[in-house]
Every structure is written in structure tokens, then in C-alpha cells.
């Protein structure tokens, strides 16, 4: 692996498993990432040699931290009781526990939405500030990672908060798939992002919101009609963001 790479960061999502060796000095891939199609088949099998293969062709040695950002609530030590958007053979795994075994070697495991917000906190949007900063990333559903004072507290399904006047669950009115899928105009999807947000800002009264996701591109035509008090900004890091926050966190992890 390069010289200029610390760690080694890996996103495993429901479609792509995206890798790259992570230069944690300037925030940023040491070499172009390497992806491939999550088997449709995802069992812990399927994907552990999606894995081996990455780290062979990065030849990552044993001395590099290995950081996976996975798609599901990361809880060391405890099996995992439900995933959405891979195989169900994954239930009941400890996920470091398994993703080791098929790496063949020890590994950190991260959820997806925290990795995005350590690294938006680390190198990105967030970077130095203090307080509570709330990072949440706009796609199928609505992803959240809560950093206080730089440490993360994990694994927050902030998405699913139940908004006032009956609209339910926040994702299923709010996520940038229901915008696509009710061809919902930005300014108006902003009035239901106002709703979602004024919600994070009465319970958390959080320092700076940083709004992550693919449509942060188009953060220009929406985040200026969220109307709520607390500072926002749209993500830096983007799609590089799960990469390198797993990777950051990896080295957090070391003994």
C-alpha cells in the first residue's frame, strides 16, 4: 500500500462496497478508491471475499488499521438484530467479530452514518467546531451521527423521529427519495425539512447541523429555505465521507 496512507477505509453499502488506503493527514484517499458491486447474494461469506479482494489489491499489510463503515447499528460485543439493506444471514452476528474472520485478519467496524459524521468532524465541515454537532445525510431514509466536543456518540436513528401534526415517521416525509419519488420541487421540499429540523433543534440544541448525502451537491437550492435557528452547511466530504471517517475511526481503536 502507498506510503502516504495511515489506514484503510472500506464503505459497504446495499448496492457498492467502496475501499481506499486514507491519508488521515490531509483527510483524503491516498490512491483512487476501488469498488465493487455488492453480490446479490450479501451474506457475510459474499462479502468477506469482496473484502480480501479489495485488500489484495491495495496490499494492505498487517500493520495498517482497517476501518468498515457497515449499514447497520454497531454495538461491540453484541449480535445484531436487524439489517435492511443486506442479506438476513447477518442477524445475529458480531459484526467485528464476523467481518475479522473474513478478512482474516482484526478489523473496526463502524455504522455508515457515524463514519460520515467523523469524518465531516475530523476533516470536513465540522472540523474544530465545539458543542453538538449533528450530521445528517439526506438518500433512501435519513442517516444521523451526534459528535459532542469531538466524540462520538453513536449509532442514533435520529431519522425516524415522529413529527408533529400526524406526518409520522421523519424519513418517510422528509428523505430526498420521497422528494424524487413525489417529484417534490426543492423549495418545497425544504418547508418539510424545516419541520424535521425544527424538531432536531428543540430536542438537541445542536452547535452546527452539516447536511450530508448525494443532493448535498445541490445544498445551494434548498438549505437557504430551511427555516431554523441553528447554523447549517452541506457536507464536504460527501460520498468519500464513510471511507474515511471508518478509516479515522479505526485508528481511534488501536490499543
Known amino acids: 500500500m502507498i506510503d502516504t496512507a495511515q489506514a484503510f477505509g472500506v464503505d459497504i453499502g446495499g448496492s457498492g462496497i467502496k475501499a481506499a488506503p486514507v491519508d488521515l493527514e490531509k483527510g483524503e484517499f491516498a490512491e483512487p478508491r476501488l469498488k465493487i458491486l455488492t453480490p446479490a447474494e450479501s451474506t457475510p461469506q ?17 500493520d495498517i488499521p482497517v476501518g468498515i463503515s457497515f449499514p447497520a447499528p454497531v454495538k461491540p460485543g453484541q449480535k445484531l438484530n436487524w439489517i435492511a439493506n443486506l442479506d438476513q444471514s447477518w442477524v445475529g452476528t458480531d459484526l467485528t467479530e464476523a467481518l475479522s474472520e473474513e478478512c482474516g485478519r482484526p478489523v473496526t467496524v463502524v455504522n455508515d452514518a457515524d463514519a460520515a459524521g467523523l469524518a465531516e468532524q475530523q476533516f470536513g465541515a465540522a472540523k474544530g467546531q465545539e458543542g453538538l454537532v449533528i450530521v445528517t445525510t439526506l438518500g433512501t431514509g435519513i442517516g444521523t451521527a451526534l459528535i459532542y466536543n469531538g466524540v462520538l456518540i453513536p449509532n442514533t436513528e435520529l431519522g425516524h423521529i415522529e413529527l408533529e401534526d400526524g406526518k409520522g415517521d421523519a424519513e418517510q416525509y422528509t428523505s430526498s427519495a ?9 423549495k418545497k421540499w425544504a418547508k418539510r425539512l424545516t419541520r424535521y429540523y425544527r424538531l432536531i433543534e428543540k430536542y438537541f440544541s445542536p452547535s452546527l447541523i452539516v447536511v450530508g448525502g448525494g443532493v448535498s451537491r445541490q445544498s ?6 430551511i427555516d431554523i435557528e441553528t447554523p447549517m452547511v452541506p457536507a464536504k466530504l460527501r460520498n468519500e465521507a464513510g471511507i474515511i471517517g471508518a ?3 479505526a485508528t481511534t481503536k488501536l490499543a
Open 46 to 62: 459474499a462479502i468477506g471475499a469482496v473484502l480480501r479482494q479489495q485488500l489484495e489489491h491495495f496490499e494492505v499489510s498487517e
Open 178 to 186: 420521497v422528494r424524487e419519488k413525489k417529484d417534490l420541487g426543492y
Open 220 to 225: 445551494d437550492k434548498f438549505l437557504p429555505y
Open 247 to 249: 478509516a479515522y475511526y
